[in-house]
């Protein structure tokens, strides 16, 4: 079974947008911890830090904002 080179080359990128995106998302996932345990630090607060409800779900819909804004990028269709 012989693969074509538009395949392979098709694949190629496929595979490097992947590792690169979870690269990426790792990173920045990395960097908000680093940045929530250190605010919780300087808190005046003792233990683990308490996160209400509200403030959960408003990180949850800016993440699928902005999920969902990378994905509109790859159909091809400008957006005005």
Same mark, same amino acid.
Request: proline share 1%.
């Given at each position: 079974?012989?693969?074509?080179?538009?395949?392979?080359?098709?694949?190629?990128?496929?595979?490097?947008?992947?590792?690169?995106?979870?690269?990426?998302? /790792?990173?920045?996932?990395?960097? /908000?911890?680093?940045?929530?345990?250190?605010?919780?630090?300087?808190?005046?607060?003792?233990?683990?830090?308490?996160?209400?409800?509200?403030?959960?779900?408003?990180?949850?819909?800016?993440?699928?904002?902005?999920?969902?804004?990378?994905?509109?990028?790859?159909?091809?269709?400008?957006?005005?």
């Amino acid at each position: 079974m012989e693969m074509s080179e538009e395949h392979v080359s098709e694949d190629s990128w496929k595979i490097k947008t992947l590792i690169v995106g979870g690269l990426v998302g /790792a990173l920045l996932g990395l960097g /908000a911890a680093f940045l929530f345990t250190r605010s919780a630090e300087t808190s005046d607060e003792d233990g683990l830090p308490k996160i209400s409800t509200g403030e959960a779900l408003g990180v949850v819909v800016s993440i699928i904002g902005i999920v969902r804004g990378i994905a509109a990028l790859g159909d091809g269709k400008k957006k005005k």
